[in-house]
């Protein structure tokens, strides 16, 4: 009996799915929209998408007297007396329903409803019927529109209710028309894709990113014009005993009342935004006025953030606001804090290169730690994130979708409410297509916007689809290609965190030879394939040439293991390798800027000195200066420190010294030290390489060489104690040398020659080791040491 009424239902299904509905008919369309009254911005947007693209799919000019067997039903029930008068049919009253963007799309009798509480929903709803009809939008302008043309096409009868994972779904873009209509058409949260047109009505509308920026009285225009007025409504420079334009001084009530009466102004001119951001100028500063130093930096920074919310309150009830945990506030401040606003929680200290869960990450539990912190505060929390300006070279692929899948699942799980993700690269079909990240980086954006509305669906089915679309014949060597991207991705221990970053240096441990081999060949197929099919070939040619980025630096250091594995020149020849152009060159001596106060005003000496100082707090450090060249994913700043009890001072020019990273490069560091007559019983003064990448970033091993008038030392550290890749052991040596006297000078050259170190101290070569794979940065400290002819040269 069970069976007999299984089958009779199944067959009654199949016979209601049986009742298709026409789209289009013999070339001609059968169905046209329909929108209220009342229709706001994004259902009338929506319309007019309809019909665009069904057009350019029947390849027909629009027939005035043909009459259209069927309705696209638009609206909400506040937009659309049909859709009202239907409310309860559709199920608009349902608990899914009401969360914001979420949509139902039923058909009832001939026609399409496409609705929502939501004027974006209802869009949304239009948009989701037309990938059902086969179009899809890959990236940015119509380039990246795939419709397909056909004379006749009919659809099932629907009855699908969808909601998102996240209520706000943010890839950060400055607006531009393409890029917006693209947002809209993939479901995410942006403001309206042309206001002349439509207006804003309908559309999320957000005032402001680092909003502080633009923040002022009544009687200025600009920040400069502000800080010059009012001087003290700023961060206080405690050291310097002045007042600095990168912050506000939070505790004095004058910077208050001016923002204050700002966010009045605000929302008495814009009633109709939905929300305003609240976030600090985009500087790691904080003030250092009596005031703002009883609290620490973020309680400062986020109990001003909520004194202005629940002030503003009081005239202007139930705005929403805007703010992010960042930069020296990213901890859970002890403070109360205003619920029901969104605080999205900004990714720094993220991994991009494993999943969210990958065991083998050491960066990421602290990230989901933090963040749950977080959510025990507040209601609304979201992140905040960076994957696609990971790199700072637009033409880039970041093979990151199983990534970004793993970090959506958990933050659904986590009950986030906000995804959002930097991403600002405009589209311009008539600029390279392969310099621009919203192309290379196409199938990971588009599969992050597919993710972020519905985090259960599996990347690969995104893949494969994208593939089908995208590559016509060579559909299966291109999904090969992705995939076999996105797992070399994973591999290793690399970290990739924050943003801007070189990419040459996470090149070694992804691209193998074997990928090299694998992937070379798909292409060749895949270019095969696809001679006579213009549209594929052209994004298949285009996805080598961001591939073969990737290939070559690969591949320069595939040959770089592959002479260390063989053995390279034997250590006399290479002890001998002359050091041939200078690299860097400082033009200072330590003992001048020992003095803050004093640095400052000699700014001008310093020609490489661009930036003002960065302070950063850090009251355990001893007093001292620093010089020497950060190497930071490839890119080398020079940067001179000074410590003070209270502070480092670092000036930092962001300047590209040297063409390739100490990755890749032989150098040699040699200047001249003194110990000072009058200095302690043990003056000493350190200098230190580290090979293998930043700190922060990957896998490192600090060299540590001590100078003392009576030994020198050589210690090594790897970062987080793992045990070290070469042969190094712990301590290398302490080798006596003939005791240094003070008030003589003595020269130093420390080589890293193909991976060999070799230290040199008044002539006398005081330890050889190696090899040591990668680079770095080389600094000297200085507490009590004088150093002179500090220079950085290449070896070839
Ligand atoms: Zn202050
Ligand atoms: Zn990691």
């Known amino acids: 009996m069970k069976k007999f009424i299984i089958f009779l239902f199944l067959t009654l299904m199949l016979l209601h ?30 319309a007019d998408e309809f019909n665009r693209t069904l057009q350019k799919m029947a390849n027909s000019i629009p027939q005035e007297k ?14 659309n007396p049909e859709i009202a008068e239907k409310a309860e049919e559709l199920g608009l009253q349902r608990e899914e329903l009401k969360k914001r963007d979420s949509f139902i799309l039923k058909t009832i009798g001939a026609d399409i409803y496409a609705a929502s509480n939501y004027p974006s929903g209802a869009m949304f709803a239009v948009f989701d019927l037309m990938e059902r009809l086969g179009i899809r939008w890959f990236f940015p302008s119509e380039a990246g529109e795939f419709v397909p043309q056909t004379a006749n096409l009919s659809i099932d009868k629907l009855n699908i209710i969808s909601a998102p994972d996240f209520e706000f779904r943010v890839l950060g873009a400055h607006y531009k028309h393409d890029k917006y209509v693209f947002l809209q058409h993939c479901k995410l949260t942006a403001p309206s894709p042309d206001p002349k047109k439509y207006g804003h009505d309908g559309f999320y509308k957000n005032w402001g990113g680092h909003s502080f920026n633009w923040f002022f009285p009544p009687d200025c225009k600009t920040v400069e014009e502000y800080f010059k007025k009012y001087p003290e409504q700023f961060a206080w420079d405690k050291r310097n005993k002045t007042p600095v334009i990168s912050q506000h001084c939070y505790s004095n009530p004058d910077t208050k009342k001016t923002f204050l009466d700002w966010i009045d102004n605000f929302w008495t ?15 790691p500063v904080s003030c250092q006025c009596e005031g703002c130093l009883k ?46 606003q969104i605080f999205s929680y900004c990714m720094i200290n993220c991994c991009y290169k494993h999943k969210i869960d990958d065991p083998i990450c050491v960066r990421n539990p602290k990230h989901i730690e933090e963040l749950a912190a977080w959510q025990k505060k507040l209601q609304c929390v979201g992140s905040y994130g960076y994957e696609f300006i990971a790199f700072k070279d637009n033409s880039i692929y970041t093979p990151i979708t199983p990534v970004i899948a793993s970090e959506l699942r958990q933050y659904k799980k986590m009950g986030l409410v906000r995804f959002a993700t930097e991403n600002y690269q405009h589209f311009n079909p008539s600029e390279p297509w392969e310099e621009q990240s919203s192309f290379v980086n196409r199938y990971p954006i588009y599969a992050t916007t597919r993710l972020s509305w519905n985090t259960s669906i599996e990347p690969e089915s995104i893949l494969r689809d994208f593939c089908k679309y995208s590559y016509g014949s060579a559909s299966s060597e291109m999904e090969e290609y992705h995939k076999l991207m996105e797992d070399a991705w994973q591999k290793g221990d690399a970290q990739l965190c924050g943003y801007n970053k070189n990419y040459k240096n996470y ?5 193998t030879a074997e990928l090299i081999e694998k992937i070379d060949r798909l292409f060749s197929t895949a270019l095969e394939k696809t001679k006579n099919e213009a549209r594929a070939n ?59 106060a004093d640095l400052k005003e000699k700014e001008d000496k310093f020609p490489n000195v661009e930036e003002p100082p960065l302070m950063l707090p850090h009251p355990q450090m001893e007093e001292g200066c620093m010089v020497g060249s950060v190497i930071e994913n490839g890119e080398a700043y020079q940067f001179i420190s000074v410590r003070t009890k209270e502070s480092i001072f670092l000036f930092k020019n962001p300047e590209i010294l040297f063409k390739n990273s100490f990755e890749q490069c032989n150098y040699e560091i ?34 540590i060489i001590t100078i003392n008038t009576h030994y020198v030392t050589i210690k090594t550290r790897s970062r987080d104690r793992e045990p070290s890749p070469t042969a190094l052991p712990e301590k290398l040596t302490a080798k006596i040398l003939p005791p240094l006297e003070k008030g003589k000078w003595y020269p130093v050259r420390i080589r890293a020659v193909d991976k060999w170190i070799f230290v040199e101290i008044n002539g006398k070569e005081i330890a050889t080791y190696g090899p ?24 070839k």
Request: glycine residues 6%; aromatic residues 12%.
């Open 670 to 703: 040699s200047f001249r030290f003194r110990f000072p007559e009058n200095s302690g019983k043990n003056p000493w003064f350190d200098t230190s390489l580290r090979h293998a990448g930043l700190r922060l970033a990957q896998k490192f091993i600090d060299n």
């Open 507 to 511: 090149a070694d441990g992804f691209i």
């Open 66 to 79: 043909s009459k259209p067997s069927s309705r696209l039903v638009i609206g909400t029930p506040a937009t």
């Open 538 to 596: 052209k994004f298949i040619v285009l996805d080598q040439k961001a591939w073969q980025n990737w290939r070559n630096i690969g591949q320069r250091y595939l040959e770089l293991h592959t002479r260390l594995d063989t053995g390279s020149a034997p250590l006399e020849e290479l002890r001998k390798r002359p050091a041939e152009s200078i690299l860097y060159k400082p033009d200072l001596n330590l003992p001048e800027f020992k003095d803050f």
């Open 17 to 46: 799915s049986g009742c298709a509905l026409n789209v289009i008919r013999n070339g001609k369309i059968c169905i046209v929209p329909a929108i209220g009254d009342k229709a706001l911005a994004p259902e009338k947007f929506a």
């Open 772 to 795: 040591i794979f990668g680079g770095g940065y080389a600094n000297l400290f200085s507490p009590n040491t004088e150093i002179r002819d500090f220079i950085i040269k290449e070896i």
């Open 295 to 340: 609290l620490d930096p973020s309680t400062l920074t986020h109990k001003f953030i909520a004194g202005l919310i629940r002030e503003s309150e009081k005239k202007h009830p139930g705005k929403m606001y805007q703010t992010l945990a960042y930069s020296f506030y990213t901890t859970p401040p002890q403070c109360e804090l205003p619920q029901n």
């Open 269 to 283: 001119k814009n009633p109709d935004y939905n929300s305003l951001a609240l976030v600090p100028r985009d500087s």
